[in-house]
């Protein structure tokens, strides 16, 4: 980082308040482009209590800036060592989101890389992949105390200082130079990379990442403005094309700049390059990282539990339940050898989130990944273990972690993205495991996603839709009483009335009660069609039973039933696509199959609807072996 004149800026607020009011336009030179024209005035940003700095847009390149603004003393501690330890937990634990901070690694040819430095490296995750995983001789620039640890703990090299002309690089140029979320933070972008450019190699590469001028708008979320604006810290923000004409000015020949989310990545060299590759993250690369240094650093408390944790939410989040099983015997572990966490008995598990005043209250605060590896254990007893019992004790567990890690983010003003999103999804993630006797966990979740102040109203109807799914009517109209009264109108109210009428008709074929069932299903099918639910649990429950009813009645129709388990077939297509169990649907399935095949005669001679080899051929292909065997097994039962 090029040294700058320095004042006292605040550690950044993430509730600052940002102004959008009319403020007078400005004359200054734009630090972008040069123009001295008026430039306009785009908010007024609070940067300490009751202090503005004013933001403005260039009126020739739209870049923004804040003229009154000085970089901060990036050497300082700015608060009380036990807060700065609990900041680094808060990183480790949960911030670093390693996946986004090692994507602009894959923007280049791997092939062409020897030697890596990154400006800026922070706590250096990227610089440890480098070296670690990529096998580049790697090494970082930061004057910061934050790098000054990360390369302790990880065990990279660092070099603590500013970049400037007159540093010295050890072994000269390098390949590939990252600064990633630096130049935003630098009154003078043109000397930053007059700087850089003399440690790149002439055939070299340099990746700039920096938020997104043309994202700060005020239809932006207020969280997402404090991520871009960083009151007191960022003073210049490009977009697309200012970052463009000024790698261009300073004599890169080669550069591209995309944007992505709410970032710009720029890829620059001096010389013509070959098209890039696109920068997708390699998984495979990102998981084997995890794996290796979740080995080294397994003492060391709060990287040991962050690096298992991380590689086993990701092999959930693809499926691999069997992989996931074995990282969680190493996470169970680090839980209990450094936190005393017995995350085997989710029950037994009380997460203590004090307010980070002393170090005593340091020392009995829990991981801050608990409540989101209790969230990730659910999915994985719900879905690979098919143990409803466990899903549900460990969501109960999440839920009690997330409230508490919110009020400790809330209190410590810092963001609390991914526990806020997790947390939002658990009401639905209970009513798909819950029985009709513990609906009430279903409340206790969407009540602390009310008392958080996340999307009650985006949780309460996912929760329901799974609820009227499921048959739990009671439950749903208690969920309905409880949160939003405006949720009793409209479709809901015809979801839920429709369901039931479907549960009064399966009950009345079930019940043998032949003239109210028949009664009902042309109705049905009709509200079906209206309601645009010809495709859901309902349907396949009515295709089903209409299909039972014809039997009863002494007409067994095998086209019905066929019709009922394509139906099943689609659902739990949908299902599964959705990462959600398709248990049920599979079992409606395989009934229905069973009785066409019934109904057609089981030996073959009804040729018309096919003879059961093929039926088992049919549900192989369709919903794989396990299916094909649980209908296999149904007609040998059968014949016995
Ligand atoms: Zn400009």
Redesign the pocket.
Same mark, same amino acid.
């Not at 734009?30 to 123009?35: G, L, S």
């Not at 260039?58 to 870049?63: E, I, K, L, M």
């Given at each position: 980082m090029t040294q700058q004149q320095q004042n006292n800026p605040p550690p950044p607020d993430w509730n600052a308040e940002v102004r959008w009011t009319l403020g007078e336009d400005r004359s200054f030179a734009?630090?972008?482009? %040069?123009?001295t024209a008026k430039?306009a005035f785009h908010l007024s940003l609070e940067v300490w209590p009751g202090r503005y700095w004013d933001l403005f847009r260039? %009126?020739?390149?739209?870049?923004l800036s804040f003229p009154d603004g000085c970089a901060g003393d990036y050497e300082a501690e700015w608060v009380s060592p036990s807060f700065q330890a609990f900041r680094e937990r808060r990183y480790i634990e949960v911030g670093a989101a390693l996946d986004v901070i090692l994507q602009p690694l894959y923007r280049v040819a791997h092939t062409a890389v020897g030697r890596y430095l990154e400006v800026g490296a922070g706590y250096g995750f990227s610089v440890d992949f480098a070296r670690a995983q990529l096998g580049w001789d790697a090494y970082g620039i930061d004057p910061a105390p934050e790098a000054k640890r990360g390369a302790e703990a990880l065990g990279w090299r660092l070099l603590p200082e500013y970049l400037g002309p007159d540093l010295e690089l050890p072994g000269g140029c390098v390949d590939l130079v990252l600064a990633s979320e630096v130049i935003e933070h630098l009154a003078d972008p043109h000397r930053f990379l007059e700087d850089i450019k003399l440690a790149v190699a002439s055939n070299g590469v340099l990746i700039i990442t920096t938020p997104d001028a043309d994202a700060v708008t005020p239809d932006a979320a207020h969280p997402d403005l404090t991520g871009l604006l960083a009151p007191g810290w960022h003073l210049v923000l490009f977009n697309q094309d200012?970052l463009t004409d000024l790698l261009a000015e300073h004599g890169f020949e080669h550069r591209e700049v995309h944007r992505d989310g709410q970032s710009l990545i720029a890829v620059a060299s001096m010389t013509k390059q070959d098209q890039p590759p696109a920068g997708g993250l390699d998984r495979h690369a990102y998981q084997a990282y995890l794996d290796r240094r979740r080995v080294d650093l397994k003492d060391h408390a709060s990287l040991s539990v962050s690096l298992n944790y991380r590689l086993y939410k990701d092999l959930v989040n693809q499926g691999r339940f069997d992989e996931a099983g074995t990282i969680l015997v190493d996470l169970n572990d680090a839980f209990n050898r450094h936190f005393s966490i017995g995350f085997d008995v989710p029950d037994s598990v009380e997460p203590a989130y004090p307010s980070p005043t002393d170090n005593a209250a340091l020392s009995r605060l829990s991981p801050m990944n608990l409540p989101g590896a209790a969230y990730f254990r659910g999915i994985h007893a719900f879905l690979g273990e098919r143990d409803n019992a466990a899903a549900l004790a460990y969501y109960r567990l999440a839920v009690r972690g997330f409230v508490q890690l919110h009020r400790l983010f809330d209190s410590t003003a810092l963001p609390d993205a991914e526990a806020g999103q997790l947390l939002e999804r658990l009401g639905h993630n209970i009513a798909m495991v819950c029985s009709p006797g513990d609906a009430s966990e279903v409340f206790n979740a969407l009540t602390a996603v009310e008392g958080c102040n996340r999307n009650l109203e985006a949780a309460q109807r996912q929760a329901l839709e799974v609820l009227l799914n499921r048959g739990m009517l009671d439950a749903a109209d208690l969920l309905l009483e409880r949160f939003r009264s405006d949720l009793h109108a409209g479709r809901y109210a015809d979801l839920k009335r429709y369901h039931r009428k479907v549960q009064t008709f399966v009950a009345a074929v079930n019940g043998g009660d032949m003239k109210a069932a028949s009664g009902a299903v042309d109705e049905l099918r009709s509200d079906a069609v209206t309601l645009d639910l010809a495709n859901g649990f309902a349907w396949v429950l009515l295709q089903y039973h209409a299909a039972i009813l014809a039997s009863l009645q002494g007409s067994p129709d095998p086209a019905l039933f066929r019709q009922s388990a394509a139906a099943a077939a689609e659902l739990a297509g949908r299902l599964r696509d959705g990462g959600i169990s398709a248990d049920w649907a599979e079992d409606y399935y395989a009934a229905a199959v069973f009785q066409e095949l019934k109904a057609g005669g089981q030996d073959g001679e009804h040729h018309a609807t096919g003879t059961l080899a093929n039926r088992i051929q049919e549900a192989k292909a369709l919903m794989g072996e396990q299916v094909a065997a649980k209908l296999q097994q149904k007609m040998k039962v059968s014949k016995m």
């Open positions: 734009c630090p972008v482009c %040069r123009t430039q260039c %009126r020739s390149c739209a870049s200012s």
